[in-house]
């Protein structure tokens, strides 16, 4: 595994084998708040025979050891941000300015630019508390320029983090340009629309399987839609909305994806479909609620009539996902959906600013 500089092996890590005879790197994969249960089980269920969880103190992250290709984990769906670690031995960040230091702080980097080799990236920021100090300013000077990019702490795109470890500091090498949780498919952002974290998510929680029969009911700008086709193949992908700027949306973000060719897009009022009973093993609705879209009147009126119709065209047993920010009119629905579903499970989590709810519920009758 990854040692700390100085250091020797890490109190507490598992040992493993390295890959080609060298050492398994040490990453981080920072989730949404509320969702980092949810990508240690994307790690567990895709990498299983190369991802060795290491216990850390941080909440909202995932520090786990990989003996596969880095390359890979660009594949994770659940991910938010994904960093290279180290960890160094020093009492202050003025000691990593030694040769040694500097030396493995770049080699980092210059393995995560690897990752996404077709990126160029314009110049190198540090994310640390005092960054703009003397010595974070010439910790940055000097390793921009073993690197041949500027330093540019204001708008760098190759991000290095500096925090205070359990014995040290730990120095984080961000994979990409970009948070992972960008998606390059996202070429129009629909008011209102999902990030692509939160939308697979979404589709986790509906445990998804081969060959379902898949809805997404209010379908915006086809996140959820384009997230289930990345989990995994499909028998009927159907994405519904009333809004004709929604649906362009979901085209345009779908082709992007490659995917459009693979998904039904409908123009339909949720409250009256027309699919037949029983039509969908898995269904998904990011509910109005009242900010960019909708008003919080309405709401109740509108979720009942969803859910009765989410109801009619779910088959038994079949799994049903809603996330509102309007949580007074999901629980004013609680008698009501008590009829017909059974709640799985719920959880809240962050989205821009937001703490959005979320339920599960199966159809039981």
């Not at 031995?89 to 003025?94: G, K, Y």
């Not at 974070?136 to 500096?162: H, Y």
């Not at 949306?249 to 009022?269: C, E, F, P, Q, V």
Request: net charge positive.
């Amino acid at each position: 595994m990854r040692r700390s500089t100085k250091s020797g092996q890490h109190k507490g890590r598992p040992k493993r084998s390295a890959p080609s005879g060298g050492t398994p790197n040490l990453w981080v994969g920072t989730a949404l708040p509320g969702l980092e249960d949810l990508l240690k089980g994307e790690l567990d269920r895709r990498f299983k025979d190369h991802v060795t969880h290491v216990p850390h103190s941080k909440g909202g992250e995932c520090h786990f050891v990989f003996g596969g290709r880095s390359r890979a984990l660009l594949s994770l769906r659940l991910c938010h941000v994904l960093s290279l670690r180290r960890d160094f031995r020093v009492a202050r960040p003025r000691t990593l300015l030694s040769p040694e230091h500097l030396a493995a702080i770049v080699s980092d980097l210059k393995t995560v630019m690897e990752v996404t080799p077709a990126e160029k990236f314009t110049g190198l920021r540090l994310d640390a508390a005092g960054s703009d100090s003397p010595t974070m300013q010439r910790l940055g000077s000097q390793i921009a320029e073993k690197l041949s990019l500027p330093f540019a702490n204001d708008t760098g795109d190759l991000v290095l983090a500096l925090r205070p470890g359990e014995t040290g500091w730990e120095v984080l090498s961000r994979v990409g340009a970009r948070p992972l949780g960008t998606r390059a498919w996202r070429k129009v952002n629909y008011r209102g629309s999902l990030s692509g974290t939160v939308a697979a998510a979404l589709v986790e929680l509906s445990r998804p399987a081969p060959g379902d029969r898949f809805l997404n009911l209010m379908c915006g700008s086809g996140s959820i839609l384009i997230e289930r086709l990345k989990w995994g193949r499909a028998k009927i992908m159907v994405g519904v909305d009333n809004i004709p700027q929604a649906l362009d949306a979901s085209k345009h973000n779908s082709t992007a994806a490659g995917l459009r060719d693979r998904i039904k897009l409908l123009r339909a009022d949720t409250r009256a479909l027309p699919f037949a009973e029983a039509s969908f093993d898995r269904l998904c609705a990011d509910l109005p609620w009242g900010q960019s879209i909708g008003t919080r009147e309405p709401n109740i009126s509108l979720y009942r009539d969803t859910f009765a119709e989410a109801h009619r065209i779910c088959r038994r047993g079949g799994k049903f996902v809603v996330l509102t920010q309007d949580h007074r009119s999901l629980d004013a629905l609680e008698g009501v959906v008590e009829r017909g579903w059974r709640l799985l499970g719920e959880r809240s989590f962050a989205q821009r600013g937001f703490r959005s709810r979320c339920r599960v519920y199966e159809r039981s009758d």
